[in-house]
């Protein structure tokens, strides 16, 4: 016994502090005794396989259906603001480009928006730190800023893309599709963008007296 209390003594007489942690198997608290914050990063759930089988399956339509819609619409300012370009190409040309490149493109698109909005890595508990923190946040801005990029430009990629797989006999060139599916998307974005201010400011003007009762 006196052999023990002896080793746990300083040179100087003095008990040595211990630097053994006081919750040595609880991972949640650091060597000071304090719990740890949690991690305030989120996951998104995967979706099952048939969820996901469904998802595709309901997704693939979307994009030629969207270019044909940007291409038209392009298609069809263009010839109003007497373009000479687009006053001789019919505009069925335009449909046929957009329908292609959009099927070309539908499953692609839909394997990189997966890939984007469901990450297969899991977040690590230990990752509680800011600069995780910030990085995460950072990623996922940046994935709805591919997002909104890719949906305004879809009609572009898919109009230049169709022209280059369609036979030779097209009346369109890529340079034309790609420009009035430019367009096209950025007149429906544009628009779509106005109305949603609008309804939001005519919701704010509509919730203001309540909150000031």
């Known amino acids: 016994m006196s052999f023990l209390s002896s080793s746990a003594k300083s040179e100087s007489g003095f008990f040595a502090p211990s630097h053994t942690p006081l919750h040595p198997h ?30 595709l399956a309901a997704f693939l ?21 007497h373009s000479s370009h687009y006053n001789v190409v019919p505009l069925m040309s335009s449909v046929r480009a957009a329908a292609a490149g959009g099927a070309i493109l539908a499953l692609p698109l839909a394997v990189l928006l997966y890939l984007l909005l469901f990450p297969t890595k899991p977040p690590n508990p230990e990752d509680f730190f800011d600069d995780d923190e910030d990085t995460g946040e950072l990623l996922t801005y940046g994935t709805y800023v591919a997002c909104a990029a890719l949906a305004l430009t879809l009609g572009a990629i898919s109009g230049a893309l169709g022209t280059v797989c369609l036979p030779a006999s097209s009346m369109i060139s890529a340079g034309q599709a790609a420009a009035a599916g430019i367009v096209g998307g950025a007149v429906l974005w544009g628009g779509l963008a106005i109305v949603a201010g609008m309804s939001f400011l005519v919701w704010l003007d509509h919730c203001q007296p309540k909150a000031d009762s």
């Not at 608290?29 to 089988?53: C, H, L, Y």
């Open 26 to 55: 609880n991972s949640d608290m650091n060597t000071a005794g304090e719990r740890r914050p949690a991690s305030r990063r989120s996951q998104r759930a995967i979706p099952s396989p048939f969820k996901a089988a469904a998802i």
């Open 61 to 81: 339509p979307i994009p030629p259906i969207l270019s044909i819609i940007y291409l038209v619409c392009g298609h069809a300012i263009l010839r109003a603001a």
